[in-house]
């Protein structure tokens, strides 16, 4: 499979099942039963002609993936200020259904004792996806049972009645802290990143270490960086033309 979908992205164009034989070398016979199941899956798609291009899937992660990157390279001035002035790792994450995604991150060498930090992490025990959470519809919100808000540390929110009520703080506040619910000696802030019609896009969150640190000055710089950051979205900013 993976042959075939080299030979359409090297060719930028449609391709018939003669020419995917020609570019994986693989017979006719064998490129047209693996073209069927992918037609079937959605990766695929079969247009006029006999030929072939990418799915409406393909297509949609491919979106996905540009609109990502994209988002990332239009904060990426704010998320460095930030860390300049905090002088902590800085972090911009998504949802990802239950998940918290980074997808950048900003650290010196006081992130080395941090190395835990996730790539991927439960939203409903990190910072920025409780933040995230916070400014979802509620029946966006992924179908959690208690029995799943499994325990990272003993910090770890296990109730969805209490996580419902921590929500509705950081829904009034517009901030969400976390004090080692996902990790030991680890705490964060966040802040959610808001369009001009104020859905959360993303959140931008500062992580340190349990010992005293100014949060309270962290939560402010976070506040201030992401209004700057809902300001650019404001001015009809194009996940595709930046």
């Not at 802290?177 to 931008?204: K, M, N, S, W």
Request: charge should be neutral; hydrophobic fraction near 45%; include cysteine.
């Amino acid at each position: 499979m993976d042959l075939l979908f080299e030979a359409l992205a090297r060719s930028g164009t449609a391709l018939g099942v003669s020419e995917f034989a020609v570019a994986t070398g693989m017979p006719k016979s064998t490129v047209f039963r693996i073209l069927n199941t992918l037609v079937a899956l959605g990766h695929i798609e079969r247009l006029g002609g006999g030929r072939y291009w990418f799915g409406p899937r393909i297509r949609a992660l491919a979106h996905d993936v540009t609109t990502r990157a994209h988002f990332s390279a239009a904060l990426l001035p704010f998320l460095i200020d930030l860390y300049d002035e905090v002088r902590h790792p800085v972090t911009l994450t998504v949802l990802s259904g239950s998940d918290v995604m980074v997808l950048h991150r900003i650290h010196g060498r006081r992130a080395d004792g941090l190395r835990h930090e996730f790539g991927v992490a439960p939203a409903y025990c990190t910072a920025p996806g409780k933040a995230m959470l916070a400014h979802a519809l509620e029946d966006q919100w992924p179908d959690w049972s208690d029995a799943e808000l499994r325990p990272r540390t003993a910090a770890t929110i296990t109730s969805l009645d209490q996580l419902r009520v921590e929500l509705a703080e950081i829904r009034r506040t517009g901030i969400a802290y976390e004090q080692e619910e996902f990790a030991h000696g680890v705490v964060a802030v966040a802040v959610p990143v808001l369009t001009a019609d104020r859905r959360c896009v993303g959140a931008i969150a500062i992580s340190g270490g349990a010992e005293a640190w100014p949060l309270a000055k962290a939560a402010l710089a976070l506040r201030r960086t992401a209004h700057e950051a809902s300001r650019i979205l404001g001015r009809g900013w194009s996940p595709l033309h930046g």
